[in-house]
């Protein structure tokens, strides 16, 4: 579905370098990093509104250079950047930019609009953060895309409607034909829900795998500071003292066997980020 071949970018003194992934149909991607990694300038390369200046972007098999209009039907997009007009309803709203897709339903918009319980005749101006949001994710399902593109949407939802959205996304792939990335720094939700996790760290690539890979990659292991100390160095991604101990995380190998005095466990995916970011700027 998704598939970026060794792309850069240069944005005044910020680079995106080198960034290559694969998010093949029915499957869902999140990408992590920290604030001012590059996440929505990655985002914004995908969607076609930056051009890459190395390497190439394709969206189910086609390329913007030759597909731009027909890769565009194909993007559902929750951005924070205002995309409608303030003064007009939702429906009107939907309605002018629906022209732009052959496959927009009002149907569907509406049903989506009562799912998420906003009101077609209520204006944009009036909506808050979290309703703007919602109103933009209802519009991006009401054209049936086949790829969903999301900047940080669900720190603006309240809890309850936090597990709406990701009902819905799953939804979205069940089928197997659609798929997701979704840019978020509330990684506990993608504990839950992402099958591939891309990490970038000031415009690099740091891995980009399935999340199962993923987690049999890492470790963290707790404990005795002297029994830290004992870790193979290499393997030592980042390790930090704490009033109890010392913890680290490390490069897991099926060959590894650990002290019992230590504690082993899979790290979240903040976890993580964490350990793996403090590494990085070591």
Known sequence: MLKLDDISKHLGTFHIEHISLEL????????????????????????????PETGKIFIDGMDYETKEREIQ?????????????????????????????????RPLLLEYLERFTLLPDQKCSQLSRGEML??????????????????????NFDPEFR?????????????????????????????RIADYITYIDRGKMVFAEDIETVREQYRLVMGETYKIKLLPRESIIYKEETFYGTR???RHRKRNVYD???????PSIEELMYFMTKGRKK
């Open 24 to 51: 093949p149909p029915g499957y869902i991607m999140g990408l992590i990093g920290a604030n001012g990694a590059g996440k929505t300038t990655l985002l914004h390369l995908i969607l076609g509104l930056y051009k």
């Open 248 to 250: 680290a995380l490390i």
């Open 134 to 155: 919602k109103f933009q994710f209802a519009f991006a399902l009401s054209h049936h895309p086949k790829l969903l593109v999301l900047d940080e949407p669900t720190a």
């Open 260 to 266: 019992k005095a230590v504690t082993v466990t899979i």
């Open 73 to 105: 039907e194909l993007l559902g997009v929750v951005l924070s950047e205002e995309l409608f007009y303030g003064a007009d309803t939702l429906l009107q709203n939907a309605e002018y930019y629906g022209k732009y897709y052959r496959n927009y339903e």
């Open 163 to 191: 597990s709406e959205f990701f009902a819905v996304l799953k939804e979205f792939i069940a089928e197997g034909t659609s798929s997701v990335i979704l840019a978020t720094h509330l990684t506990e939700d993608l504990d």
